[in-house]
């Protein structure tokens, strides 16, 4: 069992950064491929970025590609979503996510677990 607990969302201006974090319990944490997923009021839940168990592998959108980076730290049990040159259509609840095997996964399908989600919003 995972649990995962994401902080670091806010208002941010057109061309800002936000850091979110994920904070995760349970003991395969390390073990675990994990994804940022995001939803915008009306529309599905889209993948952002995923990253392997031990962060040797990582896949990201086209819309986050160059502007947000996913890396994460198993000994703190945390997962991280850097946001550069924010756009307003940005704008979305942020949810982490971990799946029960190794790999990256852009697939939401492939996640067990979810967090409640963090709230993303950028104003032009």
């Known amino acids: 069992q995972v649990q995962l607990v994401e902080s670091g969302g806010g208002l941010v201006q057109a061309g800002g950064s936000l850091r979110l974090s994920c904070a995760a319990s349970?003991?395969?944490?390390?073990?675990?491929?994990m994804g940022w997923f995001r939803q915008a009021p009306g529309k599905e839940r889209d993948f952002v970025a995923a990253i392997s168990w031990n962060g040797g592998a990582t896949r990201y959108s086209d819309p986050a590609k160059g502007r947000f980076t996913v890396s994460r730290e198993n000994a703190k049990n945390a997962v991280y979503l850097q946001m550069n040159s924010l756009k307003p259509e940005d704008t979305a609840v942020y949810y982490c996510?971990?799946?029960?095997?190794?790999?990256?996964?852009?697939?939401?399908?492939?996640?067990?677990?979810w967090g409640q989600g963090t709230q993303v919003t950028v104003s032009s």
């Open positions: 996510a971990a799946h029960t095997n190794t790999w990256v996964s852009i697939y939401k399908h492939d996640y067990k677990y």
């Open positions: 349970g003991r395969t944490f390390s073990s675990n491929g």
